[in-house]
């Protein structure tokens, strides 16, 4: 879909900002604005519309015998970024 306004940003305080001023629609993760949406200063549309999902991924070699603080790691960054995420609870 092309979208043509008058406004584009590619920071995302700007979009923010803009967005709360009532200037057009926005699409940030809730991580931004998910503060804003708990008070209303934001809501949400088209709720049915999905976006591709990003992930976080660990990427390290391949080895027999994983490490111990690797392995820690990777299963802090599973609980810390898991589903749903932390700022969305």
């Known amino acids: 879909m ?3 306004g008058r406004f584009s940003a ?7 900002q ?3 001023a009532g200037t057009g629609l926005i699409l940030q993760p ?3 604005v998910g503060n804003d949406i708990q ?13 591709e999902q990003l992930g976080v991924y660990a990427v390290y070699p391949h080895r ?14 599973a609980d810390y970024f ?7 609870e």
Do not use: C, H, M
């Open 2 to 4: 092309q979208i043509k």
């Open 64 to 77: 027999q015998y994983l490490s111990g603080k690797v392995r820690t790691f990777v299963d802090f960054l």
């Open 39 to 51: 008070v209303n200063a934001l809501q949400t549309v088209l709720d049915a519309y999905e976006v």
């Open 18 to 20: 803009a967005a709360i």
């Open 82 to 88: 898991g589903s749903p995420p932390y700022w969305d």
């Open 10 to 16: 590619n920071n995302v305080d700007a979009l923010r």
């Open 30 to 32: 809730t991580f931004i």
